[in-house]
């Protein structure tokens, strides 16, 4: 069956716009994570979303940074104000949430540069 | 408090050759531990997890890990590299109870197997 699939694959944007990061998780999956991938960094939770529940936000990196979760699907990260510190490949994972051990299933991801 | 270590940024090691790829964990509480793999331009596939019981835990490719709770450590191995293992191996750990929703991965280690 389809994966986790992201939109775009990559993103160049000018320092100060506003960019878009979309994500579609595997059918049926009701956990859904965002991370960021940085060059020797390895993978910084941002944030997650289960069902109906609030979101987990604890990651986020500033106020800048937003994501929305509609109809317990589709999901879409947004960064305001974008600054060159955001440059880093954005990974979207799924996973069924019955319980806390169930493994993840990451997207391809997103690069976003900003200049 | 949840973290995870990988010492080594690089393991190199020859086809037909075991290798390990070293992980160490920090947690308050008992531990669910992953590994996942990247390989280039790709997603992270999850190879396996360990959760409960036998401490020897066989997962994809041919891979397998040992999970040591004195040493806090599980370490990923494999008895005969082959060239197609070059990737790059991500650690993470979630506590069992009362950790939330948080996966934290190591900061990861490539491996480059050659003939």
């Known amino acids: 069956g389809a994966g986790v699939s992201q939109s775009p694959s990559n993103k160049v944007t000018e320092k100060g716009k506003d960019v878009e990061l979309r994500c579609d998780p595997i059918?049926?999956?009701?956990?859904l994570y965002w991370y960021r991938q940085s060059l020797g960094q390895g993978l910084e939770f941002l944030i997650y979303?289960?069902?109906?529940?609030?979101?987990?936000k604890s990651g986020l990196p500033s106020d800048r940074f937003s994501a929305e979760r509609t109809g317990g699907s589709v999901s879409t990260l947004t960064i305001q104000r974008t600054q060159q510190e955001d440059s880093a490949v954005y990974l979207c994972?799924?996973?069924?949430?019955?319980?806390?051990?169930?493994?993840?299933?990451f997207g391809p991801g997103t690069r976003l540069t900003v200049l | 408090a949840q973290s995870v270590a990988q010492p080594e940024d690089q393991v190199n090691v020859a086809e037909g050759n075991p290798l390990t790829v070293k992980c160490t964990y920090s947690?308050?509480?008992?531990?669910?531990l992953f590994w996942y793999v990247q390989y280039p331009n790709r997603g992270l596939q999850f190879l396996l997890k360990?959760?409960?019981?036998?401490?020897l835990v066989k997962g994809s490719y041919g891979f397998e890990a040992e999970f040591n709770k004195s040493q806090t450590s599980f370490h990923l191995k494999k008895p005969s590299a082959l060239v197609s293992d070059s990737a790059l191996y991500f650690c993470?750990?979630?506590?069992?109870?009362?950790?939330?929703?948080?996966?934290?991965f190591g900061t990861g280690t490539q491996l480059k197997v050659e003939l």
């Open positions: 979303f289960q069902g109906n529940s609030a979101p987990d």
């Open positions: 947690v308050s509480g008992n531990p669910y």
């Open positions: 994972a799924s996973s069924l949430a019955r319980t806390n051990y169930n493994e993840q299933f």
């Open positions: 993470a750990v979630r506590v069992r109870e009362g950790g939330g929703n948080k996966l934290t």
């Open positions: 360990y959760i409960t019981g036998d401490n």
């Open positions: 059918s049926g999956h009701t956990a």
